[in-house]
């Protein structure tokens, strides 16, 4: 079900809380073995073995919150991966040093296209007038989705110590670039109404970056 909302995690919640035991951990399993690799030439090699961490138990409260983000910790460059895929037509292309020319590219299918324009549908909606809405510019339609997560310290959840990401696909019509930034421990401001979460720290400053260096992508 879609629904409209300022909080954009509403998107995910509802599908999240039907999902069946029997298949959401057989899936787990299968994230749980992702390694990071990059292309060389003729060959894919291995880079990183840095397994998602996953919860220990699966009770309603956990296959609510898990389809939006809570209860998994991953690495920014799997982060990186799977939004691509899920916004370039649903082919997961690993990542590569070397300079690439634009266009078609080898890769692996893991969505339909017809699932993947969905996903970009979505992600403009957050960017445009949902959370993501601050860091809009002129001259190019973007995609986006914000993250507000509470800091694991000493094995207990900090609720006062907050890490906020944006991620951001652009242009979101046939997309080129995927765009990642984190901000650790921010605190809130007069500006902010006192707020820490993602919308109003990390976001705006995506904006920044993005109104910096667009004219040199898109020169």
């Excluded at 300022?6 to 399993?29: H, Q, R, V, W």
């Excluded at 705006?204 to 992508?217: E, F, H, V, Y």
Aim: a positive charge; hydrophobic letters at 40%.
């Amino acid at each position: 079900m879609r629904v409209k909302c300022p909080n954009s995690d509403i998107y995910l919640e509802l599908p999240g809380d039907k999902m069946d035991m029997k298949f959401t951990c057989p899936a787990c399993k299968k994230v749980h073995r992702v390694t990071i690799s990059i292309t060389t030439p003729g060959e894919v090699v291995p880079v990183a073995k840095v397994p998602p961490q996953m919860p220990k138990k699966w009770g309603p409260s956990e296959r609510a919150t898990v389809s939006f983000g809570h209860g998994i910790n991953v690495s920014p460059m799997h982060v990186l991966l799977s939004v691509n895929a899920m916004t370039n037509g649903g082919i997961y292309i690993y990542p590569t040093l070397r300079k690439r020319a634009l266009g078609a590219v080898q890769g692996v299918r893991v969505i339909s296209d017809d699932i993947s324009a969905k996903l970009r549908a979505i992600m403009f909606d957050i960017a445009e007038m949902g959370s993501g809405k601050l860091a809009k510019v002129a001259g190019i339609n973007i995609g986006g989705k914000t993250s507000t997560a509470e800091k694991r310290i000493d094995g207990k959840i900090d609720r006062k110590k907050n890490l906020t990401s944006f991620i951001a696909a652009f242009p979101i019509e046939a997309p080129q670039y995927i765009m990642l930034v984190m901000l650790d421990e921010p605190a809130g401001t007069p500006e902010s109404f006192g707020l820490r979460t993602a919308a109003w720290n990390v976001v705006p400053t995506a904006g920044k970056i993005l109104d910096s260096i667009l004219p040199m992508l898109f020169d």
